[in-house]
Each structure stands twice: as C-alpha cells, then as structure tokens.
C-alpha cells in the first residue's frame, strides 16, 4: 500500500474522531494521545518502508559494483583481442612486403631469362639474318643435324625457364591476394572491436554514474532515517513522497536495462529472423505463452508501487502477469530469435524482471518472459511459436510465481491481449 495514502486516511481519521469527541477534558485528551500514537504509527511506517529501501539500495549498489567489474572484463578481453588483431595486421603486411619483394625479384630473374635468350639468338645469328642458309651451310649432315638440335634445344629451355618463371611469378600473385583478403578481415575485424569497445566504454560510463546516484541516494536515505524521528508527519510524508519518486525512477531505469542489453546484442550480432513456422497458429499473431494459470495483474495503469511510472501514470503495468505454479513451462508466444537471456542483477533482485528471456519477431515486434526460474534458450538462438524458453518463477521484482509477459511494438510497450486467443490461459495454437 502507498505511504501517500496512509498518511492522508490516517490524518483524515485522527481529525474526525477529534471533532466528534470534543467535550471533557478526558475526551480531549484521549485524542491526543490517538492522534499521537497515529502518528508515531505512521512515522514508524514510514522508517521502515525507507529502512526496505536503503537496504534494496545498497543490494544495488553491490551488484553494481559486479557489474561494473563484468563490464571492465569485458573491455580487457576486447582490448586483448584488438592487440591480437593488430599483430595479425601487421604479420599478413610483413607476409605481403615479402611476397611483392619476392614477385619483383622473380619479374627481374625473367626479365635477364629473356635478356639471355635475346643475346643467344643475336650471336647465333649474328652473321646470318636467316637461321636457314646456316643449316645447310653446315659441312656435313652430321653438323647439320648438331646445329638444328642445338638451336631447338635452346628455345626448348629458354621457353620452360621463361614458363616456370610465369607460373612463379603468377602463384605468388595468389599468395599475394590472399593475403590481402586476410588483412582485410583482419581489418574489418579491428574496426568492429574497436566499435565494441567503445559502445562498452559508454555502458560503463552510464553503469558508473547509476552507481553514483545509488550511493547518494543511500546516503539520503540514511540522513532521512535520522531526520525523521524529529520531523512532524508531514514532512515525513514529503520525504517519503521524494523517496517514493526517485525509487520509481531507479525502477524504471532497471527494467530499461534489460531492453538495452538486447538492442547491443542486435547492434554487434547478425539478426535473422525465421520465417513463419508450420505449427504457427492460423488466426492469432501469439499463443499464450502459459497454458494455464490467471491474469493477477493486467497491461495499464496500476497501484502497484514498485512498477514504474509511464504513459503519464505514477505506476504503469508494461504488460501482464500470469499466475500459477512454480516449474510452469513458459513457452515462446510467437516465431522469432532470442536476442537475451539474461538475469536483472544489474539493479539488485528487488527491482527488475529477474531472469528474463526477449525474443525479437517479425514487423519489429519484441515479446519479453519475466521472473523466470531458469531459461533454455540462449541469445541467437532461433525459436518456433510453442518452443519450451523457460520456466515460471519469482525471480527479480515479484510477490510470488508468476510470468510478466510483455509484448512491444517499435519499443513501445503494448496490450498483449488482442494479439492472443481469448478467454485467458490456454492450449489453443490453431
């Protein structure tokens, strides 16, 4: 129940029973110590719900902290893979140097072949501007047939030197093209870690001063906590109600973190969404991701304080929830690729979808299970409408076992229910 509302039936209350005692001195004096204990009650409420909220605080504050040391493993391990890269860029550029050297060396070997054979001929034929009366000029046949060998015997080795020298000259090309095929991989491969490596700088940069505000929004709690035991309800009421407010903000970015952690999975990885399936159901878009249980809470405004605010409302439900038993399969509502499968540590187990899978669909919809026991299914794997994702939990921000689907379209959060088949949880799929 919201603190607000406490405080205003309870004053609301103290008021009346004053007004319709007034009288004896008793009476009044009675009311006093009503209205007293009243608020003393109402006081104590409020430190413990600030009391709940330092330590949900400082439970974020530590997965924080591991985060940030995920994230900075994670810039390590990319900035080793770049350093990698660059030796291999620079092996394959040493491998093409070599290989250019090599091509012109045996460019010039033909060229002095050439060369060579040229200088045979000229004094071959020195004299004799036609090879023929040298022939028969010979003094014997036996001359004759020594001549027309050595001449043929000549052009027979020049032409396979000159050939061989080709083929060389020819099979390094290739070496040379593929390495460079290589080095362009190598560099197209630099510039996507490079890229990764900065989208996590910025991750960090964000996880860096979330980690701020957490440590001065404990910080305030614990000079709230102090103050309060002086302060008369109502500004205990204005404390809580700017409490309340930055721990709805806090929730919302939490939640928030879940869908972006699935837009970079899409930004660095290759999406191909299936087609449709032939188990796909005929006449509606979705299945019920949960065959039996009920809607404990519907898609819209809510008074539940831990959802966030949204669409202009203090407190909006993104989707809905589906309640059974714990261990329920939850099944992929629709055909499309899991872009994250993941747990909501990043904000602490108090506010976010706890173990949660997204799957991305067709015409830029996205479907989100929360509060999972466990999942099955990993980023990038392809799933089918019907395919067993996970199992219903109680994981994250949650009361008790239950699935939180939500259904997006563009990003935007939308009524799951006219996309699904009617009357609540069931097995229909036709």
């Given at each position: 129940m919201h603190s607000g509302?406490?405080?205003?039936?309870a004053v609301l209350l103290a008021s009346t029973v004053a007004v319709l005692l007034v009288g004896s001195p008793t009476s009044v004096l009675a009311d006093q110590v009503d209205d007293a204990r009243a608020r003393l009650n109402i006081i104590n409420h409020l430190k413990g719900s600030l009391s709940d909220n330092l330590q949900r605080a400082e439970a974020q504050e530590i997965a924080m902290q591991q985060q940030l040391q995920e994230t900075q493993d994670q810039i390590n391990?990319?900035?080793q893979q770049i350093a990698e890269t660059e030796r291999l860029i620079a092996d394959l550029e040493s491998q093409i140097t070599a290989l250019q050297a090599h091509i012109a060396a045996t460019r010039l070997e033909l060229a002095r072949a050439k060369a060579d054979y040229g200088q045979f001929m000229r004094v071959t034929y020195k004299s004799q501007a036609d090879p023929l009366p040298m022939l028969l000029g010979a003094p014997s046949f036996q001359a004759f047939l020594s001549r027309a060998t050595t001449i043929e015997r000549v052009?027979?080795?020049?032409?396979q030197l000159m050939d061989r020298i080709i083929r060389t000259e020819r099979e390094l090309r290739v070496e040379e093209a593929v390495a460079r095929d290589k080095k362009a991989e190598a560099d197209a491969k630099r510039a996507d870690l490079v890229t990764q490596r900065q989208a996590l700088l910025e991750q960090q940069k964000k996880e860096k001063d979330l980690q701020l505000r957490l440590q001065a929004?404990?910080?305030q709690v614990k000079w709230e906590l102090v103050a309060i035991n002086g302060q008369s309800a109502e500004l205990a009421q204005r404390i809580a109600d700017m409490e309340i407010a930055r721990q709805d903000q806090l929730i919302a970015e939490a939640e928030q973190a879940a869908w972006q952690q699935a837009q970079f999975w899409m930004a660095h990885n290759m999406l191909s969404l299936p087609n449709q399936s032939a188990t796909h159901s005929t006449k509606y878009p979705l299945i019920w991701p949960q065959q039996r249980g009920t809607i404990s809470l519907p898609f819209g405004p809510c008074s539940y304080p831990f959802e966030p605010p949204g669409f202009g409302y203090r407190h909006f439900h993104t989707g809905i929830d589906i309640a059974f038993t714990q261990g329920t399969p939850i099944m992929a509502a629709d055909d499309g690729t899991v872009v994250a499968a993941d747990t909501s540590v990043l904000y602490g187990q108090l506010v976010g979808y706890g173990r949660y899978v997204i799957i991305a669909h067709r015409n830029n919809f996205f479907s989100l299970y929360g509060h999972l026991l466990g999942y099955k299914v990993k980023?990038?794997?392809?799933v089918r409408q019907g395919d067993l994702i996970g199992f219903e939990g109680t994981t994250g921000n949650s009361t008790g076992p239950h699935l939180h689907f939500e259904y997006r379209y563009n990003g935007q959060p939308t009524n799951p229910l006219p996309y699904l088949p009617a009357n609540g949880p069931n097995t229909f799929n036709q």
């Open positions: 509302g406490m405080l205003g039936r391990t990319t900035l052009n027979f080795l020049s032409k929004s404990i910080r980023a990038g794997d392809t």
